[in-house]
């Protein structure tokens, strides 16, 4: 008995690199038809697996920017009053404060809280202002 291997009828690898869907048909003997449903279904895959993947890094960025305000804003009540007890009852509310904000939108937030306090509140970012309505009547 031989020690070689019989060789099998493999079929014959193709290296698709630089050929078009007609080479690579007539290489293949596979209907360009086929081809490019197959190629439709491969982009449709990765697109799919891309932009699932950039909603998980908008969706981690969010949480990331919600995070860092609460704590700026932990932070400056702190360094204003000194208020512990304000620092928690703040944290208690917060939740609540997301809600309505999701309900009412952040400009009709914005105008009651100006409406309330008085305070204004501006940004270097011009298209903030202007979406928001920050600034006054600018």
């Not at 031989?2 to 007539?26: A, E, H, Q």
């Not at 304000?86 to 997301?98: E, L, P, T």
């Not at 309505?100 to 305070?119: D, P």
Request: hydrophobic share 35%; aromatic share 10%; with cysteine.
């Amino acid at each position: 008995m031989s020690n070689k291997l019989k060789s099998k009828n493999r079929p014959k690898t193709v290296s698709i690199g630089g050929m078009t869907i007609y080479d690579v048909s007539r290489e293949t003997g596979t209907k360009i038809e086929t081809l490019k449903r197959y190629l439709k279904a491969r982009e449709n895959e990765i697109f799919e697996g891309v932009r699932k993947e950039a909603q998980e890094n908008i969706l981690k960025a969010e949480d990331y920017i919600t995070v860092s305000n609460i704590l700026c804003s932990m932070w400056a009540i702190h360094e204003t009053w000194g208020y512990t007890k304000a620092i928690q009852r703040y944290i208690d509310n917060y939740n609540a404060s997301v809600q309505k904000l999701n309900e009412m939108g952040v400009r009709a937030m914005y105008e009651e809280l100006r409406r309330i306090t008085g305070v204004e509140i501006e940004f270097d970012s011009m298209d903030l202002n202007k979406e928001f309505g920050f600034g006054g009547d600018e």
